[in-house]
């Protein structure tokens, strides 16, 4: 009986869930979270001899064939067939030419995994029968300014050995605990403190990627013109130029210092024009719209000090505020006039928790909701009509499909240009796949009727290939797919 979700249980968000069902009206059947490996994994795969580890255990083989899609994992949980895998690989750095030769001589497909975190539906097998995993490519080396890591190497790790040495990448995507430097690479991903540090792709120097007709290795330097080679294909590319196995990136030194602001404004959109006009961006600014924020508000306890706060935005005129939090290190952030300032507390509260927050979606799951989450970017001047576009669309879809639900979104990753709006939705269950997907793009048609982004860090996977045409035709070869 495998555990699909990941992360904690969710017991530390029992009261936020139980805060969020109360006052919303949602409800659903619980679920324990577990589902049992379906029939047709369980009889044994073919016996043959291939050049690397392999599994063919069916409930390795079952973990290996699905992501932490809500899509995915609402069909594990309606019992739905999923796609089977007939064999995980957990190749080392020598075994990969020859295993991604034979794969390819036999017409064979595979799967790249990393952390398993995907929330794309990469990992949906289709008719990939195989699985990379990539947990066998490890290995740190770090010097002055950059440091080469195994694909296989997940994000505490990397982070640990850098801090021993007074460096830091950088990167802090929601996932860092469990997701790797290879699906970084490979999905074009973004931290939360990529305002300061950038995206995956402004930290790269070179990869390497294994592929069947050879390997392709990147040339160590700190920039040059002209082409950087083709090893720069990877990024992005979600699996489909091959296997990265290496990757060289930048660092810096670690922060000596961090300091913690919050605004609270009368809307989302007041909150909006107040980033757009900010000179220098902070390490991170999270802008919270009102129901994000109402919850945040609500489930921040009932003590004193927050009382105090809840009565003083009160006294403010801000019955229904939009919440700020900044971080930035080495001094605080130079912010302009505007908004209600409640102090570092609001912001020091988020980062303690901000690696945690899947553990809120697994107890919703577990308490029969459905979560889900969307993101996209747009130019500033678009943001708020986007915005409202996509609450209005998915209140239709809604209604459309039957069921009732409620839409969140918060603003981060800031460029002079615009930002990511990243959208998150709670269903009532029991909820089927059709609904969900329904609801899906219907969202994601209105990010691009309103000038958005198909997607802003998650990655195309198949959830959003419909949508994305042909944008992988020109570097597919192998049909090695998916982190």
Known sequence: MPFILYGSSGENFAAEADYIMSAFGLSGQPWDGTVRVPEHFRPAAPEETWPSDVSTDPVDRFMHSIGKSSVEILMARNGHRIGRVDAVFRPRYGDLPALLERLHASGSRATVFGGGTSVTGALIPGQRRFVIDTSNLRGISVSKGRCTVGAGMRGPEIEGALNRENWTLGHFPESFMHSTAGGWVSTKATGQESNQYGGIEDMVISATCVRSDGTVEGHEVPRESGPNGRWAQAIGSEGRFGVITTVTLRTHRLPRSRFYASRFFRSFEEGIGFLSSLDRFPTVARLSDTVETGISLAVAGDGALTSLARRYLRFRGLGDPSMLVVVNNEMPAKLPD?????????????????????????????????????????????????????????????????????????VSHLYTSGACMYFTFLLQGPLGVGQLVGVRNSVVRAFLRHGGSLTHHHGIGRLLLPFAKHAFDHIERDGVVGW
């Open 338 to 410: 505007g908004g209600v300032s409640l102090g570092a507390l609001p912001a020091r509260k988020w980062e303690e928790g901000r690696f945690q927050r899947p553990g809120l979606a697994n107890r919703l799951w577990m308490s029969g909701v459905v979560p889900d989450t969307l993101e996209t970017s747009a130019d500033w001047d678009r943001l708020p009509g986007l915005y409202h576009g996509v609450r209005e669309a998915f209140g239709n879809a809604c209604s459309a499909e039957g069921i009732r639900g409620i839409i969140m979104a918060h």
